[in-house]
C-alpha cells in the first residue's frame, strides 16, 4: 500500500483530526478569517488517509464547514447556512483542463465562461479520489445549481495524483481563496502548513 493510500488505525487516532496521535494537527495552525465561506464535502473513505489535507484546511480557515458523508438535501443544509442562495456559490468544478483559458476559470451552472466572475459568498470542494469526487457530485444534484470554478495551474501536487492536472483539496483551496480574497498571503500559510504538517511526515 503507498503512502497516499494508507489509512490510520481509528483506534489510534485523534478523535477531532482523525491522524495519528504522533502527528495530530490539532492547535498547530493558525486560524485564517476569510470572507467566503468555504464548505468541504468529504467522501467517507477520505477520512483517515494519511495524506488527506480537507481537515487541516478546515482547522486553518475559520469560515469553513468539513461535512463527511454522500449527500445533503440541499445547500443550506450542507452549510448549516440558512441564507445561503445557489446564486451566491460556487464549486470547484473538475473540467478538461484543454477547454480552460484562464488559470481560475468561472462559469454558469449551465457551463458558459464567465469573463467577469460573480461575485460570491462561499465556494464547496469537494474531497476525494476523483471517482469519489463523481460520485458526490451525483448524489448531490443541487451542486448543479451552483457556479462553477476549473483551475487551470501550470503548477503540479506536493504528492501523486491520478492525474497530472490534479491537486489535493487543500492545494486547490489556496489557489482559489488567493484569487477570491486577493490575498496571497492565504495560499502561502495554506501551502507551507500541508507542507510541514502533511507532506513531510508521510515521506
Known amino acids: 500500500m503507498d503512502a497516499q493510500n494508507k489509512k490510520t488505525n481509528s483506534t489510534s487516532a485523534c478523535k477531532n483530526c482523525y491522524r495519528p496521535k504522533s502527528q495530530c494537527i490539532c492547535g498547530l495552525v493558525i486560524p485564517l478569517e ?3 465561506q ?3 464535502l468529504q467522501h467517507p473513505q477520505e ?3 494519511r495524506l488527506n489535507s480537507a481537515m487541516l484546511a478546515h482547522l486553518t480557515l475559520q469560515n469553513s464547514i468539513l461535512k463527511i458523508g454522500l449527500s445533503w438535501p ?6 448549516n447556512n440558512n441564507s445561503a442562495i445557489p ?6 468544478y473538475l473540467k478538461n483542463n484543454n477547454e480552460l483559458p484562464q488559470k481560475i476559470n468561472f462559469f454558469t451552472r449551465r457551463e458558459e465562461f464567465q469573463l467577469n466572475p460573480p461575485s460570491l459568498k462561499g465556494i464547496v470542494i469537494l474531497d476525494g479520489s476523483w471517482k469519489q ?4 457530485w451525483w ?3 443541487w451542486l448543479s445549481r451552483l457556479h462553477r470554478i476549473a483551475l487551470n495551474l501550470s503548477i503540479g501536487s506536493q504528492r501523486n495524483q491520478a492525474k497530472t492536472s490534479g491537486l489535493s483539496t487543500i492545494e486547490s483551496l489556496a489557489y482559489c481563496l488567493e484569487h477570491l480574497e486577493a490575498n496571497p498571503d492565504i495560499k502561502n500559510y ?8 502533511i507532506i513531510k511526515p508521510n515521506t
Open 38 to 40: 468555504v464548505l468541504i
Open 139 to 141: 448524489r448531490n444534484p
Open 74 to 79: 440541499n445547500l443550506k443544509k450542507a452549510s
Open 190 to 197: 495554506l501551502l507551507e502548513k500541508y507542507t510541514d504538517l
Open 87 to 92: 446564486s451566491d456559490w460556487a464549486v470547484l
Open 47 to 49: 477520512k483517515l488517509k
Open 34 to 36: 476569510t470572507q467566503t
Open 133 to 136: 469526487a463523481h460520485a458526490l
